[in-house]
């Protein structure tokens, strides 16, 4: 936010103009505090630290990560890694991007028949109990994960040309980690569309990797 109120100051960076819509509505899920004994500290203080997670379909927050995207590559850096990526959000900015996700992906007819959705302007995102709607809401976040990275790859490639965005994509080594994370955007098919590759991170826990084949726990050895 200081930098937003002091976008004029950056002008000479060619940073274009100042978003229009306020930071504070962005975020893709209520403001949630900060943990740990220094932020525990600052809250008795009288100075609590809150953390904002911008929903990534915000038409604003994708300009600004366009632009910084874009001087990383400016700057001489081939590449971005990006963490933390979690996302599962129900404000508008998020409902908009759904919807044309599903009216792309299916017909007026299909959308009556398979969602109960009579006109295009209804359309919805689903809740865990919704059968397919959850399923494609699903879908959507992971796809709107896909298509980001794609603009920022995009953007630092106009001064790179192998720019990549590298994503963490947490742990994946068994199937318990895989499913856990699919209501959080994180699909590595839809993601490696526009990643050449993939960070991933511990794996705390054995666990199979199909029906037949268990993790003993030393394949991150493995993968070093």
Avoid at 71 to 88: E, I, Q
Avoid at 199 to 223: A, H, S, W
Wanted: glycine share 6%; charged share 25%.
């Amino acid at each position: 936010w200081e930098f937003y109120d002091h976008w004029d100051d950056y002008a000479e960076f060619s940073i274009g103009p100042r978003p229009a819509s306020d930071p504070a509505e962005w975020p893709g899920q209520d403001r949630r505090p900060q943990e740990g004994e220094r932020a525990e500290a600052l809250a008795k203080a009288g100075k609590p630290i809150f953390i904002y997670e911008p929903c990534i379909n915000h038409p604003d927050w994708r300009a600004v990560l366009r632009m910084t995207t874009a001087w990383v590559g400016r700057v001489g850096y081939d590449a971005l890694f990006s963490d933390v990526n979690a996302h599962h959000c129900y404000r508008p900015s998020c409902q908009a991007a759904f919807r044309k996700y599903l009216c792309a992906k299916y017909e007026p007819a299909d959308l009556k028949r398979l969602f109960g959705f009579d006109s295009p302007q209804d359309v919805r995102m689903g809740k865990a109990a919704d059968g397919l709607l959850w399923v494609e809401t699903q879908r959507h976040w992971a796809h709107s994960f896909a298509e980001l990275f794609a603009e920022l790859t995009a953007a630092g490639c106009q001064h790179v040309r192998s720019f990549f965005i590298l994503p963490n994509s947490s742990s994946y080594a068994n199937i318990d980690e895989m499913y856990k994370r699919k209501t959080s955007g994180q699909n590595i098919g839809l993601w490696a569309r526009s990643c050449p590759i993939f960070m991933y991170e511990k794996n705390e826990q054995p666990g199979r990797f199909g029906r037949n084949t268990v993790c003993d726990d030393i394949l991150q050895y493995k993968y070093a």
